[in-house]
């Protein structure tokens, strides 16, 4: 176990029906290189994976949203899938509490569908990024240049397309929470 993320915390928003792999894998990458790691979902002690082609496993829920406080945490990240982010991007709380990430500076991390969250809150807006090609459309109508790349970094901002570009999201992910705030203003 690495000691690179010691003493941060990073909170994982998410509900029933993110993609497993996307919640999973960045999970157990961050917990390696020491962070503390809370999954973070509105109103449920636990939530449902959606494991590729079906219904996976239930994972426990170490904060309700309503009881999570950005200013806690040193980073985001939001997994993917179909049903989770479009269930985040149409709750508010979840809105708001992304939105505090991009105002206080502090890395955020999206891959797959979990750009709609970004777009829902208002912070896609001239950053570059990259999400399921499905999403393409969604972030240039709100302002985004969309490229397809396995991970774009824009300024603490890390998006990645589709559980084969876990690898890359993590290491960037690892690599903007051990530097920190950034100085360019997210949104």
Same mark, same amino acid.
Not at 31 to 40: L, P, S
Not at 144 to 164: C, H, I, M, N, Y
């Given at each position: 176990?690495?000691? !690179?993320?010691?003493? !941060?915390?990073?909170?994982? $928003?998410?509900?029933?029906?993110? &993609? &497993?792999?996307? $919640? +999973?894998?960045? !999970? ?44 806690? %945490? ?37 891959? #797959?569908?979990?750009?709609?969250? $970004? ?12 999400? %399921?090609? +499905? ?14 790349? &396995? ?8 998006? +990645?397309? !589709?559980?084969?570009? $876990?690898?890359?999201? #993590? +290491? ?16």
């Amino acid at each position: 176990m690495s000691e !690179k993320l010691k003493g !941060k915390t990073v909170a994982i $928003l998410a509900t029933d029906g993110f &993609e &497993e792999s996307e $919640l +999973s894998e960045p !999970k157990a990458a961050l917990e390696r290189e020491g962070a503390t790691v809370h999954v973070v979902a509105p109103d449920k002690d636990s939530i449902r994976a959606w494991a590729k082609t079906d219904w996976g496993p239930s994972y426990d829920v170490d904060r309700r949203l309503e009881q999570a406080n950005a200013d806690d %945490y040193d980073a985001l990240e939001l997994p993917g899938g179909l049903f989770n982010p479009d269930a985040l991007r149409q709750n508010r709380q979840a809105l708001e509490f992304t939105r505090r990430f991009f105002e206080a500076q502090k890395p955020v991390a999206a891959i #797959c569908h979990g750009p709609w969250v $970004l777009i829902n809150a208002g912070v896609a807006k001239g950053r570059r990024m990259t999400s %399921y090609p +499905s999403v393409e459309q969604d972030l240039r109508n709100a302002g985004a240049e969309w490229v397809d790349q &396995e991970v774009v970094v824009d300024s603490g901002l890390v998006t +990645s397309r !589709k559980p084969d570009d $876990l690898e890359a999201f #993590c +290491s960037k992910l690892i690599e903007e929470i051990a530097e920190g705030k950034h100085s360019r203003q997210h949104a």
